[in-house]
């Protein structure tokens, strides 16, 4: 495999991030690679700027899909090498170049040696950081009309783990997750009488002391509950003016998409009783959904069996990690499951502006996933 030129790739998609919804480039740069690297997969682009390559052989057997991502942030990267991102203010902070980078690599091995039975696909989705990528596949009628995996895979490049190591979790990968925006409408009066008006500023301030303490941090805890608030805004700075409308905004989290349903049923209570109490009008608008990735004990036995085979270090986690990721849409309706690729113990931390994805980890990642694929054409289920 020609390691050089996918760390090449790598650099070059790391100069020209794309943010979510917008991964025009990017999509179009995976087609040409992929006609150029496996010109015998069949290669489908989705509405939603998805890439699909398959490989196919003609004894039956499973079905089988990778997946990886492709979108970059908002964030002004400070690194200085080379590969920096040309685009202010745009970068890739997460390692979606690698993730990637890592797919195109499965593609060459498997367009140099072809599968044995049943067909690999691999996807290359848009649009996870905003969580609408895997909807956008999971909905296009061409996927629906040609794609029925019997199993389905995703990595994430995790920094804070030995370099090159493979990260289980059963059950729940990760947590579920969605962001809620609340917009107060009050009235506006004069800040020596507020009494004449109606100021969602206390609203505001008792959701937050309210969200505060019904949290359950504990990440051991089956109840583990985090509610963050991440903006908020009231009135103006006119200070004889006693402010008449708000906003606030939160993101909540729980180990599993049930849980996360109890919670937006309480939160949406409080919301209404405290509305009422403080005489406002109130708009709630929900963003950013993210189901739990649910890892299916048959797809971790071959992940495993992948990284023995391979001898890579294995590490057995005990709580989920607790970042968002829309791959839990796929492992909903299909056999699957997500693992970490250790990304180095001092990698700055993903979506920092130092963070570059390590090449270091191109090669384990590539070997991972082929040996899932060897794993389950070999099995006798």
């Not at 895979?153 to 997750?177: C, R």
Request: contains cysteine.
């Amino acid at each position: 495999m020609n390691i050089s030129k996918l760390i090449a790739i790598r650099k070059q998609l790391h100069k020209h991030p794309e943010v979510s919804d917008n991964e025009i480039e990017t999509s179009n740069f995976i087609i040409k690679t992929l006609k150029s690297i496996a010109p015998n997969s069949e290669i489908l682009k989705l509405d939603n700027l998805a890439v699909l390559a398959t490989f196919k052989s003609e004894n039956k057997g499973k079905n089988i899909l990778l997946r990886c991502d492709m979108d970059a942030l908002n964030i002004q990267e400070i690194n200085t090498f080379e590969h920096q991102s040309i685009h202010k203010g745009i970068a890739h902070k997460c390692g979606h170049d690698g993730h990637s980078t890592i797919m195109l690599g499965v593609a060459m091995h498997l367009a140099q040696h072809p599968i044995k039975k049943g067909s690999v696909t691999l996807l290359f989705q848009p649009s996870e950081e905003n969580g609408k990528g895997a909807l956008g596949v999971l909905n296009d009628e061409n996927f629906k009309s040609n794609f029925n995996p019997d199993y389905v895979f995703a990595l994430h490049n995790t920094p804070g783990f030995p370099m090159g190591a493979i990260i289980l979790k059963e059950n729940n990968f990760n947590p579920a997750v969605i962001s809620l925006i609340i917009t107060f409408e009050g009235k506006t009066a004069h800040a020596a009488e507020p009494e004449q008006g109606a100021n969602p500023c206390y609203a505001i301030a008792e959701l937050l002391m309210l969200t505060r303490t019904h949290q359950n941090t504990d990440k051991n805890s089956s109840d583990f509950t985090l509610i963050t608030p991440v903006h908020g805004n009231y009135g103006s700075e006119d200070y004889g003016v006693s402010a008449g409308n708000g906003k606030v905004g939160f993101t909540l989290r729980t180990w599993n998409n049930q849980k996360l349903e109890v919670l937006q049923n309480w939160l949406l209570e409080k919301i209404k009783n405290i509305a009422q109490k403080e005489h406002l009008e109130y708009q709630i608008e929900w963003t950013q959904s993210f189901k739990s990735a649910n890892n299916h004990p048959e797809a971790i036995d071959f992940i495993r069996k992948s990284a023995i085979a391979n001898q890579l270090n294995i590490i057995e986690k005990t709580e989920p990690f607790r970042w968002g990721e829309d791959f839990g849409l796929f492992t909903e309706k299909y056999k699957g499951a997500m693992f970490a690729l250790g990304a180095g113990e001092n990698t700055p931390a993903l979506h920092n502006p130092d963070y570059d994805f390590p090449d270091e980890i191109i090669t384990p990642g590539i070997q991972t996933f082929l040996g899932i694929i060897d794993e389950i054409v070999s099995s006798k289920n």
